[in-house]
């Protein structure tokens, strides 16, 4: 796996920080982080990535704003979630997109185009970050086709991106 290039690293500003927090916690119905924490972002060549505490626990793709797989692993979301069931697990884990037949429930206020959460039907813990092809409401109903397109998954290379090198990925 290539490693993930980032440039231009700055520091965001109260007001910056307060913004950016609120378009995350809005969406993901969640509290995560505030002024109070020392929050930079970077540039990579797909998105931007935001640092809390020295930490990569969000990104920003196309101007949208979303917690990554560790930023949900800390703060937890109620909202925006697509459960998997557990034989679609390991392809979800792997990076493969969402398909329709693999989708036991997902949040009815999705809409096509959004930044989703996925996770599995058992322990309800996030595995990949995508967006929805179609409606929440649709998802449930699907029995072919893609659902969710992954954009971040435990593992890829967002993931890795802050952990010491020689570290092995959890699984």
Request: proline share 5%.
């Amino acid at each position: 796996m290539t490693e993930l290039r980032l440039r231009k690293r700055h520091r965001l500003r109260q007001k910056e920080i307060a913004d950016l927090a609120a378009k995350i916690d809005a969406s993901l119905g969640t509290k995560s982080f505030g002024p109070a924490d020392t929050v930079d972002m970077a540039e990579a060549p797909e998105y931007e990535v935001v640092y809390v505490d020295g930490k990569i626990l969000a990104f920003v793709l196309k101007g949208v704003p979303f917690l990554t797989v560790k930023g949900l692993l800390r703060y937890g979301a109620s909202r925006r979630f697509v459960t998997v069931d557990m034989g679609a697990v390991k392809f979800v884990y792997n990076g493969a997109d969402v398909m329709g037949p693999g989708i036991a429930s997902s949040d009815p206020s999705i809409s096509e185009g959004d930044m989703v959460w996925i996770r599995d039907e058992k322990n309800l813990r996030p595995l990949a970050i995508g967006i929805a092809l179609v409606s929440g409401a649709e998802m449930a109903l699907r029995s072919k086709g893609k659902a969710v397109a992954s954009v971040h998954h435990v593992g890829d290379k967002l993931w890795l991106a802050d952990e010491p090198k020689d570290a092995e990925p959890a699984h």
